[in-house]
């Protein structure tokens, strides 16, 4: 991992956390919901890799354009997977009680104010797309009606569905699991790289469907490296409980194929997700990023 990358890397996350904090600020006259502004902004800025904001950001600089014009979809998208997080987190859902090294949304604030925590940060990112004032109306109309499927039933909530409902099947397959993660994992990440694209000026929809399919992929990859850590990584490295899907009774890829097959298996779809970022003449940082996701400890 050469110095250039990790600088970027760290640059694209930090513009996000600067971001993030102007979008949710505490005002007076918003005084009466400070607490629901404090549990968003708790668990907004918990850290973690911000993946989702640097595809938008990197998948923009990829297609030429000003990486400026990426910030209202990039702090959006982070919005929106971190409310997936404190909903996941819940009793109803995986019941864990730590993210990312701190007590889970629902414990710092309670299970009532961590599920309004979440459904503010589903919303809020539309607003934010809608109010920028550097994308047309075009841009953010494409990003909007994106953005809303991949969260919606075909997207991100529908593949918690799928989720919740295996834990009480036996009959999970490879394929049921393909599906879930495309869906859980995948969209969000997927059009990720598609904002990041349309934010550039990019209209061509093969150019759009090649970012997506990279990012399904990627998605793909990353959920079987998640299935691997929970069952070799410690709470320290991952900072929240390993061994959650074992407890939970969830298929994955570990569970069907083992650990090494798994690694193969992501490795495999890595690589084909390389092969995609062909399509963009300035790839060369999202394919250490990539590699480094592959490789990924926690």
Do not use: W
Request: glycine share 8%; charged share 25%; net charge negative.
């Amino acid at each position: 991992m050469n110095s250039n990358f990790k600088e970027k890397l760290s640059g694209f996350a930090k513009i996000t956390e600067e971001n993030l904090k102007k979008y949710n600020v505490l005002t007076e006259e918003a005084m009466p919901q400070k607490d629901l502004i404090e549990a968003m902004n708790y668990s907004l800025e918990a850290g973690g890799k911000r993946i989702r904001p640097v595809l938008v950001y990197a998948f923009c600089e990829a297609c030429g354009g000003n990486t400026e014009l990426a910030a209202a979809p990039a702090a959006a998208i982070e919005m929106i997977h971190t409310c997936s997080l404190i909903h996941d987190d819940l009793p109803a859902m995986d019941n864990d009680d730590y993210r990312r090294g701190k007590p889970s949304c629902h414990k710092a604030f309670g299970e009532a104010m961590a599920i309004l925590a979440g459904d503010a940060l589903t919303v809020l990112p539309f607003a934010v797309v809608a109010d920028d004032d550097k994308l047309s109306a075009d841009q953010k109309v494409a990003i909007i009606s994106k953005l809303a499927l991949a969260v919606g039933r075909d997207g991100m909530i529908g593949g918690q569905v799928i989720d919740i409902q295996n834990e009480t099947r036996t009959d999970v397959d490879e394929a049921n699991l393909r599906n879930m993660y495309r869906h859980k994992t995948g969209e969000l990440i997927a059009v990720s790289c598609a904002m990041g694209c349309i934010s550039a000026g990019v209209t061509d929809n093969n150019k759009i469907k090649a970012a997506m399919d990279y990012g399904y992929k990627l998605g793909l990859a990353f959920q079987i490296i998640d299935d691997i850590l929970d069952v070799t990584s410690t709470t320290e490295e991952l900072g929240k409980p390993v061994g959650s899907d074992e407890e939970l009774n969830k298929t994955t890829f570990v569970t069907i194929h083992g650990v090494e097959k798994a690694r193969e298996i992501a490795a495999g779809i890595t690589d084909e997700a390389m092969l995609l970022l062909e399509t963009f003449d300035n790839s060369s940082f999202l394919k250490e990023l990539t590699e480094m996701l592959l490789k990924r400890k926690n």
